[in-house]
Structures are given as C-alpha cells and as structure tokens.
C-alpha cells in the first residue's frame, strides 16, 4: 500500500519514530521491465517488508519516458514516489501530468519553466521520507547545477523528512561517486541511476549515508541494457543508424534495500538482483 504524500501541517513535527526500510528499484525499461516489477513486487514486501518503496521509471513507457497511465499503474500496484531522468519529457502527454503529480518527480536541476517538480515527502506510520531526484551535468544536456541544487533541496528537506533519498541520475561514475560523498551524513541514501549496469560497490559511507553508484536496470538482462542485442551490436558494428527496441530476453530485478533506525542515517544497503519468470502467456 502507498505511503501517502505528508500534508503541509504535520511537516516538522516529531513523531519520535524514526525506523525505515526503504526498496529502490534500477530503471524499468519497457513492459516487459513493468512486469517483471509487478511480478516481484509481492515476493519483495513479503522478503523485506519496506516502508516505503521507491521506483526509477523513466524508460517504462517503451524503453523511454513515461505515460500517465503506466505512472497511475505502478503507483496503483503500491509505489510510493516515481523518479525520471534525461527521457522524462520524451511523451508530450505527460507534461500536464508531471504539474499535478504529487508522487512522480523529475530532475530538480531541470529548467524551472520545465514540467514537474523534483522532490516530494510522503509519509507512513508517522515516518517522513523526503526523495530527491537530480540529473548529472556530466555528458547529459541538463539545465542546472547538480551539486548546487542538492546543497539547496537537502537544506530544505533535512528539516522535513526523517529520512532523505537521492535518486542521482548520472552517465559518469565519477560525478555519481563524488555526489555520495558529498551528502554523507545529511541524507540517507544516495543512489545512482542511468547507466543500467549495476555496481558493486553498495556501502555505509563513513558519515552514515547508504551509496551505490548504480542500481542497475530492471528489464531484460538478456539485452544491451535494454535493447535487442542483435539491433545494438549491428549499430556498433554498421556504425549506421539502427531503429531500437526492448529486448524480452532474461528479465531481472535490479534494486537496493537501505534499513535505517536514526535519522537520516543508514545501517545496511543491500542489493537486490532477482531473476523472474513471466507466467504462461504473459
């Protein structure tokens, strides 16, 4: 069952709880990734029993971007807050939607003017849980400063929220690494997104804040990171121009489990890799 989005009058006051166990799930790439999410999505809660479960999508709606009614579904199924990056406005559709989503977020470093916000809080069992998504500026066209804008999002939401988790939205490890270090010890978690490959670097940084450089992708392992690997391998080789589509080949679940019992400190991150096997027919 989703969280639900913290009013603004209860914001800041002290409840005295402060556990969370939060599920981060890697980009789910296309149906076959939106399935393989909703498919194991039973099987996580009942393993892990997370208070509040977070999900990368911007590559569900056919390999990119996201609709509004694939967004109304993994809400539906239990989501609690939806993060994008670089493909968000790839579906003119979403544009009015992103305005009055309360649980779907864009980069905040995106152009003020554009669609969306890029932080929300929603809350369950008097625990506030602030997300913030962020887009590198690191081989990605993106309207503002990273760094700049999580100095500012984390000051604001380090007063509201019991926990904070950053979805970093990044191509270069290095700008994704340095982005873990420098919120350790003002936010819970820092996890990275984009690249689809997971790392295997899941760890407490010294200052209490969980970090992975990538989460990976959820989808179709079989592929190249989400593509039909016969159509990405002859667009390296015929250096020409190749039409992709998802592949639907060997489907997993790329994720991270962060636990935590003080505020805005992590005990363990966890990773998640989880094979599944669509039902007969589907």
Known sequence: MA????????IGETTGVTDATILFVGDVVGAL???T????LPTLRERYAPTFVVVNAENVAGGLGITPKIADQLLAAGVDVITLGNHTYHHREV???????ERVIRPANFLRRQPGKGSCVVER?????????????????TGRHAFSE?????????QECDHVLVDFHAEATSEKVAMGWYLDGRVTAVVGTHTHVPTADARVLPGGT???????MTGPRGGVIGVKKEQAIESLVSQMRVRFETSDDDPWINAVV???????????IEQVLLPWTPPPGG
């Open 125 to 141: 069992d008097g625990v506030r849980l602030g997300v913030l998504n962020l887009q590198g500026n690191v081989f990605l066209q």
């Open 3 to 10: 969280g639900v989005a913290a009013e603004a009058g209860t």
């Open 150 to 158: 999580a100095e500012t999002e984390v000051a604001r939401l380090e």
């Open 37 to 40: 999410l909703l498919g194991l």
């Open 210 to 216: 969980a970090f992975c450089t990538d989460v990976g």
């Open 258 to 268: 962060v636990r935590a019992s003080q505020p805005r400190r992590a005990d363990a």
């Open 95 to 101: 544009f009015p939607y992103l305005e009055r989503a």
């Open 33 to 35: 990734g939106r399935r």
